[in-house]
């Protein structure tokens, strides 16, 4: 299928192509409840409007936050979102995706934690409240960058990912998984020290953790059974449990319910279904993860941003073309969030890839959180180009085109290049391709 730029000026262009297209995608003209509150984990949360994890390449070498990740988030908590999932922060060194990757040390930590002082007090002035702050806790396995050029711990060889067969020596054995577990016990009391509310064992986009998921192919205790390919994620969550002293203080994971290449390497696909979506594992993986270790809720999301970016962040330009219209991969990330959350219905879901319908975004919100299919809806991109969008929501009940994301693909470009990540359209001062 051709490639297809956005041409939805009204919201009622946008349901016609998705009727079209049979795409689920419930637009809700109203956009209160977006500004309902939500219990989680003992606390509430003040609307269910949650800024995603965003990289922004931005850290010192040694990991602790820059210039820019400090406008960044003072720009978001601003905004007055009530969830702020903190990006991708390395466990370790070597599984840091670039050199300037945020990595939580000893040394750093109360660099963080002024980050985060200033958050709150932020939102509290601007918007009366303080937003509730996850931190993601990465190895980025397969992605390590930590010099700047390509340094792969991989799980297992996959070849949809791998175009030269990566060196044997690449792939990291059962005893340095048990040391990348450990890893998270320290990232766990770091991140109680640092203030944040609660950590996101991440395992998602084909990082470490979630490569481990679909290792069927890989021999020994973290390959083939279902039991052993989530082992490393269950030890991981047992080694930061292990250092939990603050009340309160929780576990969670954003997770790939759905990789997005064929079985026997992708998970959450049906075996002998060529893409097919099938959520019977992750649906399994997330009651055991809520049952073993009391997560108050789970982001979902899919794909993998280096091979498939389109069924992790539905977009229009760019030179990667999918041969998918991009209201098929907004269906497909819909349905999948919405099936999480019927299956599970007393862990509140936390749904992905919300800002390529562009001003439209809050109505496709407000659908899916009145339609009872997730509790919250996470922005990405939108959060770069306009974090503002919840005072317009708030106030007018729709977003403004003029300050929209328009999914240009050029956040991910500067991301992929290793240098500050941020909007190169709407924040172009400060941004440039
Ligand atoms: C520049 C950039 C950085 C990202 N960094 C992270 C990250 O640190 N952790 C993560 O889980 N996802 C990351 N993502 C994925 C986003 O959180 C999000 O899932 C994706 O952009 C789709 O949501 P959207 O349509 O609202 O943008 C990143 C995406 C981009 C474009």
């Given at each position: 299928m051709a490639h297809t730029k956005f041409h939805y000026p009204t919201l009622e262009d946008l349901k016609t192509e998705a009727e079209g297209l049979n795409a689920f995608l419930p637009l809700a003209e109203k956009t209160d409840c977006?500004?309902?509150?939500?219990?989680?984990?003992?606390?509430?949360?003040?609307?269910?409007?949650?800024?995603?994890?965003?990289?922004?390449?931005?850290?010192?070498?040694?990991?602790?936050?820059?210039?820019?990740?400090?406008?960044?988030?003072?720009?978001?908590?601003?905004?007055?979102?009530?969830?702020?999932?903190?990006?991708?922060?390395a466990t370790l060194p070597q599984a840091r995706a670039s050199a300037h990757q945020l990595w939580l040390t000893d040394e750093n930590v109360d660099a963080f934690k002024r980050l985060l002082d200033d958050m709150r007090e932020t939102s509290l002035k601007e918007n009366g409240y303080a937003p509730l702050i996850v931190m993601?806790?990465?190895?980025?396995?397969?992605?390590?960058?930590?010099?700047?050029?390509?340094?792969?711990?991989?799980?297992?060889?996959?070849?949809?990912?791998?175009?030269?067969?990566?060196?044997?020596?690449?792939?990291?054995?059962?005893?340095?998984?048990?040391?990348?577990?450990?890893?998270?016990?320290?990232?766990?009391?770091?991140?109680?020290?640092?203030?944040?509310?609660?950590?996101?064992?991440?395992?998602?986009?084909?990082?470490?953790?979630?490569?481990?998921?679909?290792?069927?192919?890989?021999?020994?205790?973290?390959?083939?059974?279902?039991?052993?390919?989530?082992?490393?994620?269950?030890n991981c969550y047992r080694a930061a449990r292990s250092e939990i002293t603050r009340q309160g203080f929780f576990l969670t994971s954003r997770l790939n319910v759905y990789d997005g290449f064929a079985y026997p390497y992708g998970f959450g696909v049906r075996e002998g279904a060529g893409l097919a979506v099938d959520l019977q594992e992750p649906i399994r993986l997330i009651g055991e993860l809520k049952a073993a270790f009391d997560i108050p809720l789970i982001n979902v999301t899919m794909g993998n941003p280096y091979k498939n970016p389109h069924v992790n962040r539905p977009y229009d330009h760019g030179n990667y073309v999918p041969d998918e219209h991009p209201l098929t991969g907004l269906d497909r990330m819909m349905r999948g969030v919405s099936e999480i959350q019927h299956a599970l219905p007393d862990l509140p879901v936390l749904g992905s890839a919300f800002s390529y319908p562009r001003q439209h975004a809050g109505h496709l919100a407000a659908g899916m959180i009145d339609?009872?299919?997730?509790?919250?809806?996470?922005?990405?991109?939108?959060?770069?180009?306009?974090?503002?969008?919840?005072?317009?929501?708030?106030?007018?009940?729709?977003?403004?085109?003029?300050?929209?994301?328009?999914?240009?693909?050029?956040?991910?470009?500067?991301?992929r290049a290793g240098t500050p990540a941020g909007c190169v359209v709407r924040d172009r001062e400060v941004y440039r391709l």
């Open positions: 977006l500004f309902t509150p939500l219990s989680l984990g003992g606390r509430t949360v003040e609307n269910r409007i949650a800024f995603q994890p965003m990289e922004g390449t931005d850290g010192t070498s040694t990991g602790a936050p820059g210039e820019l990740t400090a406008r960044r988030y003072h720009r978001f908590a601003q905004a007055g979102p009530g969830l702020i999932w903190f990006e991708a922060v993601q806790s990465t190895n980025s396995g397969r992605y390590s960058k930590p010099r700047g050029v390509p340094e792969p711990l991989i799980a297992y060889h996959c070849p949809p990912l791998e175009d030269t067969p990566l060196p044997d020596d690449r792939i990291v054995t059962d005893d340095d998984l048990k040391r990348f577990e450990d890893a998270y016990a320290a990232a766990a009391r770091l991140c109680q020290q640092a203030g944040f509310d609660g950590m996101d064992v991440k395992c998602c986009h084909r990082y470490l953790a979630c490569e481990l998921l679909s290792a069927y192919t890989r021999p020994g205790e973290y390959g083939g059974s279902y039991e052993n390919r989530t082992r490393f994620l269950k339609g009872g299919h997730c509790a919250m809806a996470g922005f990405g991109r939108m959060a770069f180009a306009d974090p503002e969008f919840i005072h317009d929501l708030r106030r007018f009940g729709r977003m403004d085109e003029k300050k929209a994301c328009v999914t240009c693909g050029g956040c991910a470009a500067l991301l």
